[in-house]
């Protein structure tokens, strides 16, 4: 099971690789690369926003389809003052025992609930006040707008062969292109690839881990054509949404299935037992720079007061009842 994560891992990072660098294409005189710097400079100034969606997670187990679950996403990031304000409602088989949860953290407080029965604040004052210093004293070197514009323009040959941009009236688009030739984008670009590969197998040795030559194979195998070109096949989708009047994300949608077959052994898949597995996000952001009161939650934990009074409760209740009998 373990080779099997690594294996899974190795076939995230190449399609990471592959697919996180953005294109310039055209659209009303507009490049990807100049997109992207005004989008950047405009999150640069970002104090607030609000956050909602949908993430999905399912298997496929020989003839069994399993949902793995579904989280509901709301949520409020206050970056100016380092607050935020998460819920969640969970649907999963992994957590059956409850599906309300609510994290974030208001000044120097950090706080949890679950289903509104349990919720716990902590004081994380000082831990908040040594972020801020370290972020005051190391900062984030962001750099100038022009220079992300000029970065990306470098990599212009690679990434237009992946994306494209469209747009509507209101927002600018950014999606896969339909047309990928997998053979081509790994041709073009085997040096870059090859290089990420030796990186993966230097971690690896500074880490003590044995790079052995069927390792490698298996490494080869994933960053493929071939492998690429099936993953393609499942249709997967990947789009950004721009506000044209701020440059700010208004919402993304990530849909992709990994077929096990097209990158592991028929052994392999057969020993494991899975045959696909299936990912969904779709989220939206809007509320910007709007402030939002964050409420903290009375403390509620097991044994409390009011836990103990519901349950002497209860026996009380229990025993008048005896006695009335």
Do not use: C
Not at 31 to 38: D, F, N, P, T
Not at 234 to 257: G, I, M, N, Q
């Amino acid at each position: 099971m373990k080779q099997f994560f690594k294996k899974m891992a190795a076939l995230l990072m190449a399609l990471t690789l592959i697919f996180i660098s953005l294109p310039k294409v055209q659209a009303e005189d507009l490049a990807i690369s100049e997109l992207l710097g005004r989008s950047y400079e405009a999150y640069r100034g970002l104090k607030s926003f609000h956050t909602q969606g949908t993430l999905k997670a399912a298997i496929d187990r020989q003839t069994q389809h399993m949902d793995l679950g579904q989280v509901q996403v709301d949520g409020y990031v206050d970056i100016q003052n380092l607050n935020v304000d998460l819920k969640m409602v969970i649907d999963s088989i992994f957590l059956p025992q409850f599906r309300n949860v609510r994290w974030g953290v208001k000044d120097n407080q950090t706080f949890y609930e679950i289903d509104d029965r349990i919720a716990q604040v902590e004081d994380t004052g000082a831990e908040k006040a040594d972020f801020k210093r370290t972020l005051e004293r190391e900062g984030f070197n962001f750099p100038a707008k022009d220079e992300v514009v000029k970065a990306l323009a470098q990599h212009d040959e690679l990434i237009k062969q992946i994306f494209k941009l469209t747009e509507t009236d209101s927002e600018y688009v950014l999606s896969l292109r339909d047309d990928i030739d997998a053979k081509k984008l790994f041709d073009d670009n085997k040096a870059a690839l090859d290089e990420f590969k030796q990186r993966i197998y230097d971690e690896m040795e500074e880490r003590g881990e044995k790079v052995s030559p069927s390792y490698k194979a298996q490494v080869d195998r994933f960053y493929s054509a071939e492998t690429l070109s099936k993953f393609l096949e499942s249709k997967p989708v990947y789009e950004v949404h721009f506000a044209k009047d701020s440059y700010l994300v208004t919402s993304y949608k990530v849909e992709v299935t990994l077929r096990f077959t097209d990158f592991l052994d028929s052994k392999e898949v057969e020993q494991f037992g899975l045959y696909s597995f299936y990912y969904n996000a779709e989220m939206t952001f809007d509320g910007f720079n709007e402030s939002r009161e964050i409420r903290v939650p009375e403390e509620k934990l097991p044994g409390s007061e009011s836990e103990s009074s519901r349950l002497t409760g209860s026996s009380e209740d229990s025993s008048s009842s005896s006695a009335s009998e």
